[in-house]
């Protein structure tokens, strides 16, 4: 009976330890590997684990002749919340150094979920208001652009922490935030007319949706798909598309409110990227992606870490990128170099290389192109056939790279080639979070 006490502890702790990232953004590959490093260092070899979109499982049988002990999980929400990413990071790594046990490891993790954010709400708003503006400034907005964005950016977070507070599904909560920020880019428009300002109204409801996109959460799912979890990939990619459905919808609504507000939707094209000077695309560039780690609870010591990842990849970026036909090749560029330089300083600031990479990514804009493309689509324009493989080919482009980057800075840790040679299950793809830099000798020393 006490031996199997201890292996539910064990089972439990991966468990939890797993739900949290899978819920904070990590993707399926980490969080197997996480659980499996756990399990093999506290003597449970080959356990069972199944990691789905919404579900973790794990099982062990501890003799052949007894049942086995199966624990499971279920991931009611996901939100990005980097500050439990690295606290847990470093959890399993005390952990796997034999610095804490498996007792105080239950402790620190029931302390950690219990515990809030250091940002207060209020300030989280007005930084994804930066996001906002700053995004607008990469699209070659002026300063009422910039503003409105702002505006629409803290506007809009309210609204889906109410919404997502109520339990309201993503489809309506993203209908209902790319709603009001087309009211808010026609109300612009209209306040423009007036002041005699001539205002992009195509660029505002670029920069107002740019919170909404779902290009982070279609970055997942390939990478999922990449390392060989493709349930979990299907699973994300649906998702994406329906957050994508919802955006879509809750744009034409707004857009049929523009003749009662006397604007004019002549050329009128949400979605459309036009970059500003590349001075001002860097600069833009690295306060959006500094920003919206902040948003996700990022620990302020990586924003110096995705400050210089953010710059390698745009540069990066701007030596390739031409509009015609080679945002694919650009993007997968910046990936490459994104990757490299995300796995060369996450560590030297302890945070995980998912912190810094997911951040420097987001100035990219992987998920404007796909909005284009559900958006024609939705009008009947066959042009929507041709953007959405434009997507594809960007993301897949941006994770492959992502990925190759891993490979080029650091090669797969010996200790999770270990685990999965015992286990005869093949993890392949980058370690973002969880067993990363080799850190825990330990385990394959008890081996």
């Known amino acids: 009976m006490s031996e199997v006490r201890e292996a539910y502890k064990v089972l439990d702790l991966a468990l939890r330890v797993g739900e949290i990232?899978?819920?904070?953004?990590?993707g399926a590959a980490d969080v197997t590997a996480t659980m499996l490093a756990?399990?093999?260092?506290?003597?449970?070899?080959?356990?069972?684990?199944?990691?789905?979109?919404?579900a973790l499982r794990m099982g062990y049988q501890i003799d052949p002749d007894e049942p086995p002990l199966l624990l499971s999980r279920t991931v009611p929400q996901r939100d990005l919340d980097y500050d439990d990413l690295t606290r847990v990071q470093g959890l399993v790594n005390d952990l796997l150094r034999d610095r804490i046990d498996i007792a105080e490891a239950r402790s620190r993790i029931a302390w950690?979920?219990?515990t809030g954010h250091y940002l207060p709400a209020w300030a989280a708003v007005v930084v994804a208001g930066v996001v906002g503006g700053s995004v607008s400034a990469l699209l070659d907005g002026d300063l009422v652009v910039v503003g409105a964005a702002t505006l629409a950016g803290m506007v809009i977070t309210v609204l889906m922490r109410y919404l997502n507070r109520e339990r309201w599904p993503m489809f309506y909560q993203q209908a209902a935030g790319g709603l009001v920020a087309t009211v808010l880019a026609l109300l612009t428009d209209a306040g423009g007319e007036r002041l005699g300002i001539d205002v992009s109204t195509s660029?505002?409801?670029?920069?107002?949706?740019?919170?909404?996109?779902?290009g982070i959460g279609f970055l997942g799912a390939v990478q999922d798909a990449l390392t060989g979890f493709y349930l979990t990939s299907a699973a994300r990619i649906i998702e994406a598309l329906l957050s994508t459905a919802g955006l879509i919808a809750g744009?034409?609504?707004g857009l049929a409110l523009a003749p009662p507000l006397g604007v004019s939707l002549l050329g009128v094209?949400?979605?459309?990227?036009e970059l500003a000077a590349p001075p001002v695309v860097l600069l833009a560039g690295i306060v959006a992606a500094c920003a919206f780690a902040i948003t996700c609870y990022a620990p302020l010591r990586a924003l110096p870490a995705v400050a210089a990842s953010t710059t390698g990849g745009l540069l990066?970026?701007?030596?390739?990128y031409q509009p015609s036909d080679t945002q694919p090749w650009a993007a997968g560029a910046a990936a490459v170099v994104i990757g490299v330089v995300s796995y060369g300083v996450a560590g030297r600031v302890r945070v995980p290389p998912l912190v810094v990479l997911v951040p420097a990514l987001v100035p990219l804009l992987p998920g404007l192109t796909l909005f284009r493309g559900l958006s024609y689509m939705a009008d009947g324009d066959t042009m929507g056939i041709l953007q959405l493989s434009a997507a594809a080919a960007t993301t897949i482009a941006l994770s492959a790279g992502v990925i190759l980057g891993e490979y080029v800075a650091q090669p797969l840790k010996r200790n999770a080639r270990r685990i999965e040679s015992r286990l005869e299950h093949r993890l392949a793809g980058p370690r973002l979070i969880g067993v990363t830099h080799g850190q825990q000798r330990r385990v394959r020393e008890r081996s």
């Open 38 to 54: 756990i399990t093999e260092h506290a003597g449970l070899r080959q356990a069972d684990v199944d990691v789905t979109f919404t």
């Open 112 to 114: 950690l979920n219990s």
């Open 316 to 320: 990066a970026y701007l030596a390739v």
């Open 203 to 214: 660029l505002v409801i670029t920069a107002n949706i740019v919170m909404l996109l779902a």
């Open 251 to 253: 744009v034409s609504a």
């Open 269 to 273: 094209r949400p979605g459309r990227i």
């Open 21 to 26: 990232l899978l819920s904070s953004g990590a």
